[in-house]
């Protein structure tokens, strides 16, 4: 019998404001489209004026609607309702997937659903920015309109214990934790470790993401350059805020030790993570942290800031070391131990890659997500 799928995301590769939870969507789709036999139909935006449709190689069909304006990071458009009705009646779900909280899309698609079972996946804590503009419609959406779509939800999924514990506590009878998985024939070491000291980044550039911190770890890099002169830090990433950054890099005096590579993919990316010494991951609120899987997975250390859900994710001096937040000082004094310490170094890597060999296996999180569908559509059989 035919399992009919329709996913609803407002970013989707290629998109460059696609980011972590974007990947998490592509590979989920994929994952149960092959192995779980779903019929697998994306519904997502695109910043074009025609209507889009394609087919990939793993035969999911992507529905890319063109959006009217952004407001902050959330592409909005007054046709969405209309076109979403045509789309659900042309694909006929069995179940509606909804990945939040980007407002606006799945919001709409949430109303649009009618009677058909929804699963909301939740990929954030609090979208609050300390903005004095944003932050009011964003407590606007979370108190209001959020819980809505959250409430109609038959099951909802986030990424870890900090996410279900926080902002979906309310929500937590009917809440389940399936944090990404890793492809571990892509992602895998390095045939020798890397000893040059090598700084990797692998994030959003994007102004509105200034959470990423990403301006700590210049400063950070800015002080140990006074000790080790050789360092160079690589970023990975696309955003609207490139440019502010290789300024600033130049205004601090280290843009010749600062290489911006833009935004990686597939096997380019896990090679950046095997030409590196030590990842660091400055930002102040992951949900999870996929940066930090993949990193793993290819046995290197991880260097940090001691929040969100990366504190479920990286023990402390076992496979990472973790860090106070906006903290440049301290940033700078554990990439320093993993970059002059090459024993510590070596086991924090293997004890990663033994993590995410043993708990993070894509095949595996996919099945769990499988599991949740299929509740999602047949709750009495649960």
């Known amino acids: 019998m035919s ?11 290629p998109d460059e404001k696609a980011g972590g939870a974007e990947m998490f969507t592509m590979a989920m789709a994929k994952g149960l489209a092959i192995d779980h036999g779903w019929e697998v139909s994306i519904v997502t935006t695109a910043p074009r004026k025609l209507h889009q449709t394609e087919v990939t190689p793993s035969c999911v069909t992507i529905y890319r609607l063109p959006y009217r304006f952004m407001l902050s990071n959330s592409p ?29 899309l799945g919001d709409i698609a949430s109303y649009a659903s009618g009677d058909r079972p929804v699963v909301v996946c939740y990929h954030f804590g609090s979208m609050k920015k300390g903005s004095l503009v944003l932050d009011p419609l964003i407590y606007v959406y979370e108190s209001f309109l959020l819980p809505v779509s959250l409430k109609k ?3 909802i999924v986030c990424g870890s214990a900090y996410v279900k514990g926080g902002i979906l506590r309310k929500f937590s009878h009917k809440t389940s934790i399936i944090s990404p998985g890793v492809d571990l024939t892509r992602f895998h070491p390095a045939k ?14 994007n102004r509105s993401d200034g959470h990423k911190r990403f301006s700590d770890l210049l400063a950070a890099c800015r002080i140990l350059l006074k000790e080790i002169p050789n360092l160079r830090l690589s970023a990975v990433g696309g955003g609207d805020g490139r440019q502010i950054y290789e300024n600033l890099a130049t205004k601090m005096g280290i843009a010749a030790s600062v290489d911006f590579h833009g935004r990686l993919e597939g096997h380019a ?6 030409q590196a010494a030590v990842l660091a991951v400055p930002s102040l609120r992951e949900t999870f942290g996929m940066v930090i899987t ?5 046995g290197l250390p991880v260097v940090a800031v001691n929040g969100g859900g990366v504190s479920t994710l990286v023990d402390n001096g076992k ?13 700078a004094a554990a990439l320093r131990t993993i ?10 890597g293997q004890s990663g890659r033994k993590k995410v060999c043993e708990n993070l296996r894509w095949s595996r999180q996919i099945s769990l997500m499988n599991i949740v569908l299929q509740d999602a559509i047949n709750p009495d059989l649960s």
Do not use: C
């Not at 496979?319 to 940033?331: E, F, T």
């Not at 970059?339 to 924090?348: D, V």
């Open 269 to 274: 990316l896990a090679e950046a993570y095997r």
């Open 192 to 205: 020798k470790r890397i000893t040059e000291p090598r700084v990797l980044y692998v994030g959003s550039l």
């Open 319 to 331: 496979d990472g070391l973790l860090i106070p937040p906006q903290n440049p000082p301290a940033l």
């Open 76 to 104: 909005i458009s007054i046709a969405w309702l209309w076109r979403l009705r045509q789309i659900i009646a042309e694909v006929n779900p069995d179940l509606i997937k909804i990945h939040l909280p980007v407002p606006g």
């Open 339 to 348: 970059l002059t310490e090459p024993e510590m170094a070596s086991a924090l």
């Open 153 to 155: 939800a038959r099951r």
């Open 294 to 298: 993949e990193a793993m997975a290819t």
């Open 3 to 13: 399992k009919r799928l329709l996913i609803v995301t407002s970013y989707f590769p």
